[in-house]
């Protein structure tokens, strides 16, 4: 499965932290983020991340236009609904095509950790039938 990370800065510690935790399920994946989020997570982890522009420069667009291509299984975005981006009507773009495409989205730590459970079951595989 592919697996779609995103992370406001606020959150990025939580991000890496969740990569760590859920290690040996995310390895067995091809994982996808924005460069920093990306970066920041392979620098602990040593998962291998394919990284897209920083956010604000684009990377954001790069993931949706992976998802609108239906090339993203599942994404993990750790916002932080309390401080808002400039970046903001990228993200919803993201979050809008994830619904239109019906893939899997956890906007916080307790959705991100039942959805990747859930993968680690097999919950997820009526997405290799897309």
């Given at each position: 499965?592919?697996?779609?990370l995103i ?15 859920y290690h ?41 236009a992976q ?64």
């Open positions: 499965m592919n697996i779609g992370a406001h800065d606020a959150k990025k510690k939580l991000m890496q932290n969740f990569c760590i935790a040996g399920i995310l390895s067995k994946h091809e994982l996808y983020a924005t460069g920093t989020t990306g970066r920041l997570v392979e620098e602990v982890t040593n998962l291998n991340i394919h990284k897209f522009l920083a956010g604000p420069l684009g990377g954001e667009q790069q993931l949706a998802i609108e291509n239906n090339q993203i299984d599942l994404v993990i975005f750790l916002q932080d609904p309390l401080h808002p981006k400039s970046t903001e009507p990228d993200l919803f773009k993201v979050i809008k095509l994830c619904d239109v495409h019906n893939i899997p989205l956890a906007s916080n730590l307790a959705t991100a950790e039942l959805l990747v459970k859930g993968l680690d079951r097999g919950d997820m595989e009526w997405r290799n039938y897309k």
